[in-house]
């Protein structure tokens, strides 16, 4: 999706936030750009107090009252790191050509919201589209969300607390400088493409398909791309999905650098010091992450796997505003995404919203039912009890949307009475409904096992699935497939080959 106005360079931003160190790290993660290369530096660092020097060095971004504590029972031990890219020339030339074109003002075009959990070894990265057309904290009406940066940092933590519900513990920022600073220090990010690929906003230019190693210019124009272009069969093809497509390369990207990190940095003390000294030099941290801490990340954070790095998207659909291209959230199917990270546990009883139905010719049988689950924790609201179509089943029965499989199993585990599950295409302002039939018996104040859906049910996963394109096509037309959490074009490495 492209705006009318004029688009701004998107620069990536990462930002680094970590546990205190009395808390435990199986194998705790950092994915910002930046932090997360200090991370895989001071893990192997022989000289603590020469790094804690370097590191003391980080700028800092004072944010007031705005992040909300990392011990906020809310989200039970999880901390949210919001990590923002700025598209500041600091540090440039002013001749740089990364520079030409762009408007005045800041602008936020990387804003990702990444969820660590010491009690786990995955973490979550959820990017949010910079044209996300949303109320901005402390303004009256709506805009693009990457225009809050304007007000500040502090204005971009809050209108994403105001408009998402989603608590911010940890603050960090890059700009353009910083970014390739880093890419500089790890000698370049490998990728293959199977086409020549461009994008004439950014200056991204690959001529020659096959295992490529972008420098810090290219590496910063393939991250920014958003009329990303591919040559097929002789003809230039344009990726339509924009920012999306970017959201999805981006993410991608970052998989790439860590690996590459942890292979070209972690051993080697040259680029060791290259490193750090390209994190400091344009990154800004809130005031709460501390030097120590960072070290003591430094120090677990060995095994991390890039792989159990879980990316998210929101579902968003296209329109225009005031002329300009936006993007509007479907808020009732990025629920479930941005539950995650609101810390609201999925599972939990009180989550679940459920519609009870009697039928049974039993008069208010409903409303009895509705009253034994809510004694052990679902959510029935006032209204959420009537009757079925009909009056003659002979089974209990729990219907349930695509998605909330898992749901209705947990349902069906606190019924005495083993249910029949039948999956519907619409439920009003629920999760599940139970229909109860002529064999109830009761509601037990402890769950048994999980039962197991019909065969022609799926396995929810959490995800919001979306219609991509991963590699790029060989025929006359882009094929699609189904993925998870993918829009777009996103280089693909074949099997047999190894960058």
């Known amino acids: 999706m492209r705006s009318n106005v004029s688009s701004s360079p998107a620069s990536w931003g990462y930002r680094l936030s970590d546990v205190k160190p009395r808390r435990t790290w199986p194998q705790r993660l950092m994915i910002s750009l930046n932090v997360f290369l200090i991370i895989v530096c001071l893990s192997t660092a022989y000289s603590l107090h020469y790094f804690y020097d370097k590191v003391s060095r980080i700028g800092r971004v004072e944010l007031g009252n705005s992040l909300t504590p990392a011990d906020d029972p809310k989200l039970r031990g999880a901390e949210n790191i919001l990590i923002v890219g700025v598209d500041s020339g600091e540090g440039l030339d002013p001749n740089d050509p990364v520079l030409i074109g762009r408007p005045g003002g800041l602008r936020s075009d990387t804003i990702m919201i990444l969820r660590i959990d010491p009690s786990s070894d995955h973490a979550q990265l959820l990017s949010l589209p910079r044209d996300l057309y949303v109320p901005i904290a402390g303004l009256r009406g709506n805009d693009k969300i990457n225009s809050a940066i304007q007000g500040g940092p502090k204005r971009l933590i809050e209108t994403i607390k105001n408009d998402f519900g989603i608590p911010i513990n940890h603050y960090i920022e890059m700009n353009f400088f910083a970014f390739r600073k880093v890419v500089q220090a790890i000698d370049g990010v490998p990728i293959y493409f199977s086409t020549p690929v461009r994008d004439k906003m950014t200056g991204l230019e690959v001529d020659n398909p096959g295992c490529v190693t972008l420098d810090p210019v290219q590496a910063l124009a393939y991250a920014r791309s958003r009329d990303y272009e591919y040559n097929q069969n002789g003809r230039w093809r344009s990726d339509p999905t924009g920012d999306l497509g970017r959201i999805s390369r981006q993410q991608d990207f970052i998989r790439r650098v860590i690996r590459r990190a942890i292979d070209k940095g972690a051993r080697n ?169 002529a064999d109830w018996q009761g509601v037990r104040s402890s769950p048994n096992p999980t039962m197991p859906l019909p065969t022609s049910t799926t396995e929810a996963t959490g995800k919001s699935t979306t219609t991509t394109t991963t590699t790029v096509p060989t025929t006359d037309e882009p094929t699609t497939t189904t993925s998870t959490t993918i829009t777009g074009i996103v280089p693909e490495t074949p099997q047999d080959v190894h960058c």
Not at 407 to 413: M, R
Request: hydrophobic share 45%; net charge negative.
């Open 269 to 437: 003390p040259v680029v060791l010091n290259d490193l750090i000294d390209a994190s400091t030099a344009a990154l800004h941290l809130d005031p709460t992450i501390t030097p120590a801490d960072l070290i003591d990340i430094g120090k677990r954070f060995k095994d991390f796997n890039p792989d159990n790095l879980e990316t998210y998207s929101l579902p968003v659909t296209a329109t225009t505003k005031g002329g300009a291209s936006v993007v509007l959230m479907d808020t009732k199917q990025a629920e479930p995404t941005l539950n995650l990270f609101r810390g609201v546990d999925a599972n939990a009883l009180d989550s679940i919203l459920v519609v009870v139905q009697n039928g049974t010719t039993t008069t208010d049988e409903a409303a009895t039912v509705a009253d034994q689950l809510r004694k052990v924790g679902f959510s029935i609201p006032e209204g959420f009890t009537n009757n079925a179509e009909r009056f003659d089943f002979a089974q209990t029965t729990i219907r349930y949307l695509p998605g909330s499989e898992a749901h209705a199993q947990l349902l069906a585990s606190y019924l005495v009475a083993p249910p029949a599950f039948e999956q519907v295409d619409f439920l009003l302002n629920a999760d599940v409904s139970v229909v109860v039939g």
